[in-house]
């Protein structure tokens, strides 16, 4: 069956409409990457245009490709389908297309079929509709499309247990400095009495893993965690709360409301769980790839220059033992010709069901094998074709499996092959789609350096998230002094604070607050954990001592905590790290600050850089404690 795939331009009648010129129908069909519209607005030749009297017949033989160039550009064709994967242990070697020359002088055989085929798999049958709706959009208003970008860049920090001593104060000190800071809080009116009416809140209780929606969490970049479970006098206390200031060395404590197990494990897990996505991990999120026990496809698709008239044709295939430690890759791979002023191959994927929300991290990072050339990424934050695309080239080594990190700071805004001055900031909140390009190309009338024509290959392994060095806390946790010693062998509890010596009265209140900074621990968010002696409500400002490996005894004020908190946060000396800390004014001695003569802050990173990496009191334990 004879292809009809290089056609000139026609004779129009007296009744024709205005061109409807192949650049045209391009255009409409794909506007898929800036390379493609650099041709399409250049002084190319259409190759046809259309007309009410448009049809096969009126167009002269000796404009028609040959049966033969058609069907050999179809063989390789059968190498190259763009639909999601090919899955082959054994690739077929690429080869350079060598089609033969139409009588139009200078091009080469066009693909129409692999064309349409390319249409039909990101956009769907073609609409007669859809298009002149489309050209009527076009002509009206030619421009790209712009969003309203409303990204915070700082983020927002969720302060959990607001309403708590050591909460309370931390809300106030963010707000005071500025910070964009939403709280987490069970009761509404509360937090509003207390915290004032125009706060920013998510009511929910995190024993309850259902009123924890992840939707409310988005947006939020950074979490102080004050919650805690509630212990108070068994007789009672006064409306000022004056025993419960004095802690519970002065009382008769008991639970009150929900048990240790349900805030401090179970809690601790819901609330992981819902700002996981929001906060990041340390080793990223991964988009697409075989990384160690995690696989995530997607659906990859050729978009080759066969969509301006070229001859350059691609695929994107697993290789199921291609892969850096033998296992499975993702293989782009392809054939680039500069015929029919074509010079470019991609895969791009279809745009993601629901838009990827990567805002908690500083780039993406690609895994892959380098064979010398010059690449592009393209990133794109809007579902339409034709828009405004992020982009970024990168080089890669010869034959040597490398990691290459695209910080999403880096992206240039392009639209048809030039540089968006005015584009809105780039979203990473908003992905649509990923785009890997190999092209003549570069930006604003540059070339790439490194392109040449023929076959080539690039194994991509995995592509994922990164957070750039130094990494600083995502999660500060406010836990306790003395987690680690009701199981520890040896340990004279009459000497040890009350909390410890009633570990299982309070219904093992300290050993599930150990459950639960393991499961920070374990998540992989970046994190600090601080573990207060007594807190007190005196003034912050005292002189402090920072341990590791929850020994020390003492007190501290709930005001030096909140900013301990809010300084760890700023500090990558405090991630990941583990800490006690207490005043060095003794329990038994009160400590009160001259209001006209304060005390001057403190430059909190000095004791963060005295902290050591894992070491959190659980090594003084037998490796099989008592079981709860």
């Not at 995190?206 to 950074?222: C, D, N, Q």
């Not at 604070?497 to 309070?506: D, G, I, T, Y």
């Given at each position: 069956?004879?292809?009809?795939?290089?056609?000139?331009?026609?004779?129009?009648?007296?009744?024709?409409?205005?061109?409807?010129?192949f650049q045209t129908l391009r255009w409409w069909l794909f506007q898929s990457h800036s390379d493609i519209m650099r041709d399409l607005t250049s002084s190319e030749?259409?190759?046809?245009?259309?007309?009410?009297?448009?049809?096969?017949?009126?167009?002269?033989?000796?404009?028609?490709?040959?049966?033969?160039?058609?069907?050999?550009?179809?063989?390789?064709?059968?190498?190259?389908?763009?639909?999601?994967?090919?899955?082959?242990?054994?690739?077929?070697?690429?080869?350079?297309?060598?089609?033969?020359?139409?009588?139009?002088?200078?091009?080469?055989?066009?693909?129409?079929?692999?064309?349409?085929?390319?249409?039909?798999?990101?956009?769907?049958?073609?609409?007669?509709?859809?298009?002149?709706?489309?050209?009527?959009?076009?002509?009206?208003?030619?421009?790209?499309?712009?969003?309203?970008?409303?990204?915070?860049?700082?983020?927002?920090?969720?302060?959990?247990?607001?309403?708590?001593?050591?909460?309370?104060?931390?809300?106030?000190?963010?707000?005071?400095?500025?910070?964009?800071?939403?709280?987490?809080?069970?009761?509404?009116?509360?937090?509003?009495?207390?915290?004032?009416?125009?706060?920013?809140?998510?009511?929910?209780?995190?024993?309850?893993?259902?009123?924890?929606?992840?939707?409310?969490?988005?947006?939020?970049?950074?979490?102080?965690?004050?919650?805690?479970?509630?212990?108070?006098?068994?007789?009672?206390?006064?409306?000022?709360?004056?025993?419960?200031?004095?802690?519970?060395?002065?009382?008769?404590?008991?639970?009150?409301?929900?048990?240790?197990?349900?805030?401090?494990?179970?809690?601790?897990?819901?609330?992981?769980?819902?700002?996981?996505?929001?906060?990041?991990?340390?080793?990223?999120?991964?988009?697409?790839?075989?990384?160690?026990?995690?696989?995530?496809?997607?659906?990859?698709?050729?978009?080759?220059?066969?969509v301006m008239g070229g001859v350059s044709e691609s695929s994107f295939v697993i290789d199921p033992t291609g892969g850096e430690k033998g296992g499975p890759t993702?293989?782009?791979?392809?054939?680039?010709?500069?015929?029919?002023?074509?010079?470019?191959?991609?895969?791009?994927?279809?745009?993601?069901?629901?838009?990827?929300?990567?805002?908690?991290?500083?780039?993406?990072?690609?895994?892959?094998?380098?064979?010398?050339?010059?690449?592009?990424?393209?990133?794109?934050?809007?579902?339409?074709?034709?828009?405004?695309?992020?982009?970024?080239?990168?080089?890669?080594?010869?034959?040597?499996?490398?990691?290459?990190?695209?910080?999403?700071?880096?992206?240039?805004?392009?639209?048809?092959?030039?540089?968006?001055?005015?584009?809105?900031?780039?979203?990473?909140?908003q992905i649509a789609s990923l785009q890997l390009m190999f092209s003549k190309f570069e930006y604003d009338g540059k070339l790439n350096p490194t392109f040449k024509?023929?076959?080539?290959?690039?194994?991509?392994?995995?592509?994922?998230?990164?957070?750039?060095?130094?990494?600083?806390?995502?999660?500060?946790?406010?836990?306790?002094?003395?987690?680690?010693?009701?199981?520890?062998?040896?340990?004279?509890?009459?000497?040890?604070?009350?909390?410890?010596?009633?570990?299982?009265?309070?219904?093992?209140?300290?050993?599930?607050?150990?459950?639960?900074?393991?499961?920070?621990?374990?998540?992989?968010?970046?994190?600090?954990?601080?573990?207060?002696?007594?807190?007190?409500?005196?003034?912050?400002?005292?002189?402090?001592?920072?341990?590791?490996?929850?020994?020390?005894?003492?007190?501290?004020?709930?005001?030096?905590?909140?900013?301990?908190?809010?300084?760890?946060?700023?500090?990558?000396?405090?991630?990941?790290?583990?800490?006690?800390?207490?005043?060095?004014?003794?329990?038994?001695?009160?400590?009160?600050?001259?209001?006209?003569?304060?005390?001057?802050?403190?430059?909190?990173?000095?004791?963060?850089?005295?902290?050591?990496?894992?070491?959190?009191?659980?090594?003084?334990?037998?490796?099989?404690?008592?079981?709860?």
């Amino acid at each position: 069956m004879d292809c009809y795939c290089c056609y000139t331009q026609a004779r129009p009648s007296s009744s024709t409409i205005p061109i409807l010129n192949f650049q045209t129908l391009r255009w409409w069909l794909f506007q898929s990457h800036s390379d493609i519209m650099r041709d399409l607005t250049s002084s190319e030749t259409p190759l046809f245009t259309v007309n009410r009297n448009f049809s096969v017949k009126n167009l002269h033989p000796r404009v028609l490709p040959s049966p033969g160039s058609c069907r050999q550009f179809g063989r390789l064709s059968d190498q190259f389908r763009p639909f999601i994967y090919q899955r082959n242990s054994e690739l077929p070697s690429s080869r350079t297309y060598r089609g033969r020359i139409s009588s139009e002088a200078g091009r080469q055989g066009w693909d129409f079929g692999r064309f349409l085929k390319t249409f039909y798999f990101f956009n769907g049958p073609p609409s007669p509709a859809k298009f002149f709706e489309f050209l009527i959009e076009k002509l009206s208003n030619p421009s790209p499309s712009k969003t309203e970008n409303r990204m915070d860049p700082s983020g927002v920090i969720l302060v959990a247990g607001a309403t708590g001593g050591v909460g309370r104060r931390v809300f106030d000190i963010l707000r005071s400095k500025g910070y964009t800071v939403k709280v987490l809080v069970r009761n509404e009116d509360k937090a509003r009495r207390m915290l004032g009416p125009d706060v920013d809140m998510i009511v929910g209780d995190i024993t309850k893993a259902s009123t924890l929606v992840r939707e409310y969490f988005k947006g939020v970049r950074k979490v102080i965690n004050a919650v805690s479970v509630i212990v108070g006098p068994k007789e009672g206390d006064t409306p000022d709360r004056a025993k419960y200031s004095q802690g519970i060395k002065f009382f008769e404590p008991e639970i009150k409301g929900a048990s240790p197990e349900m805030v401090e494990y179970i809690g601790m897990k819901n609330l992981i769980n819902a700002v996981k996505e929001s906060v990041g991990i340390h080793r990223g999120k991964l988009v697409f790839g075989f990384e160690e026990n995690l696989t995530r496809e997607l659906a990859w698709g050729a978009l080759d220059d066969v969509v301006m008239g070229g001859v350059s044709e691609s695929s994107f295939v697993i290789d199921p033992t291609g892969g850096e430690k033998g296992g499975p890759t993702g293989v782009f791979r392809g054939v680039v010709s500069t015929a029919n002023n074509g010079g470019f191959t991609s895969i791009r994927t279809k745009n993601f069901p629901v838009p990827e929300d990567l805002s908690a991290y500083d780039g993406l990072e690609l895994r892959l094998k380098g064979d010398g050339r010059r690449y592009k990424l393209i990133v794109r934050t809007s579902r339409d074709w034709d828009t405004v695309g992020y982009t970024l080239s990168f080089d890669t080594i010869e034959g040597q499996w490398q990691s290459i990190q695209l910080p999403f700071s880096s992206l240039r805004p392009v639209f048809r092959a030039r540089t968006v001055s005015d584009a809105p900031p780039f979203d990473a909140r908003q992905i649509a789609s990923l785009q890997l390009m190999f092209s003549k190309f570069e930006y604003d009338g540059k070339l790439n350096p490194t392109f040449k024509e023929g076959p080539f290959q690039l194994p991509v392994s995995s592509i994922k998230t990164f957070m750039k060095e130094p990494v600083t806390p995502r999660f500060v946790h406010v836990s306790s002094a003395g987690v680690t010693r009701p199981e520890r062998p040896g340990l004279d509890l009459s000497k040890q604070p009350p909390a410890v010596r009633l570990n299982k009265e309070l219904g093992f209140i300290l050993t599930f607050k150990l459950k639960g900074e393991d499961l920070i621990r374990e998540s992989g968010i970046p994190h600090t954990i601080v573990r207060p002696c007594a807190l007190t409500e005196e003034p912050a400002g005292a002189d402090l001592i920072f341990d590791q490996g929850d020994n020390i005894t003492g007190k501290i004020s709930r005001e030096e905590i909140a900013r301990i908190c809010i300084a760890a946060l700023e500090s990558p000396y405090a991630c990941d790290k583990t800490f006690e800390v207490k005043s060095v004014i003794p329990f038994s001695e009160p400590y009160t600050v001259d209001p006209a003569n304060p005390p001057p802050e403190k430059d909190y990173n000095q004791y963060f850089k005295s902290l050591k990496d894992g070491i959190t009191g659980k090594e003084s334990l037998e490796k099989s404690p008592a079981a709860v």
